[in-house]
């Protein structure tokens, strides 16, 4: 049996969302259904500790335009968006979090820009509500950052929420590396982009998904994904590191020669200097080290070849053994 292909898939990552999944199908079905196009909703269950895989399920049974993807573990917030992207079968996917923060009734403004012919559509976040002053300054940085450090124009203020032609999505999906930026790498791909600015809202229910150690990896994967900048910086500390010790051997070597016996002499010797210097030095290797194994680490993952994700269940779609935008549409 076949189905008619929508025209709007959207796509929603979920973890431990079962006090807001009911609602945010419904207010997605809302939005879109005005539109009078087919469309689906695609969640896929990160690895849910809570109701929400019961809770997808039971919605999918009441609503087949719900369909729902089930991960084996917690794959992470990206890997589920590119799982929901290989799925997705629509001529436009919207990527949103299920969390209600990015409203849904913002997602027929992106559909009326991907009709003016705009092929990234992303949203932009005019104001942010129920976020701390850290977490809006930090993100603030770290978007400005970014734009500064890379070769990619990285939109400010912008998260995952936003649409994308099915062109860009195939050319997504055969991007398979595994320390993933989605915003980043739907910038990279290049192609027709605009933006649609919204009110961010606050989280209605349930616990923020990035604590700091999620940040700070997450801005890590964005950096490393895109900017060489961290390595140049080892050998930049390394010329500085070498010239400050010539100058050290230079003011040591003037000491002795004019300034003998004197107090001033005396302090360049002694292993309270000679502790400091080696203490200086070793943070120096061990910094460069650090950031070399950061890449290294990187490189490991990729040659191991391992797929993205593990899918253990997925309902609501005809060829359920191979996610959409791997198959052959010819």
Known sequence: MTHEQPTISVVAPVYNEEQLIEEFCQRVAAALEPLGEPFEIVLVNDGSRDRSPELMRAIHARDPRVKAVYFS?????????????????????????????????????????????????????????????????????????????????????????????RKVVDTLSRMREHHRFMRGLSVWVGFKQAGVPYRRHARKAGDTKYPLRKMLKFALDGITSFSYLPLQLATYLGFITAALSLLFLIAVVMMRLFYAGDPIDSAFYGQASTLAMVLFLGAVQLVSIGIIGEYVGRIYDEVKGRPLYIVADALGFEDESQPYSLRDRR
């Open 73 to 165: 573990k917690n794959f992470g917030h990206q890997l589920a968006i590119t799982a929901g992207t290989d799925y997705a079968q629509g001529h436009a996917v919207v990527v949103i979090d299920s969390d209600l923060q990015d409203p849904p009734e913002v997602i027929p403004d992106l559909v009326a820009k991907w009709r003016e012919g705009y092929e990234v559509v992303y949203a932009v976040r005019a104001e942010r509500e129920g976020e701390t002053w850290f977490k809006t300054v930090t993100a603030a940085l770290f978007y400005r950052l970014i734009v500064q450090i890379t070769s990619v124009n990285i939109p400010v203020d912008t998260g995952d929420f936003r649409l994308m032609d």
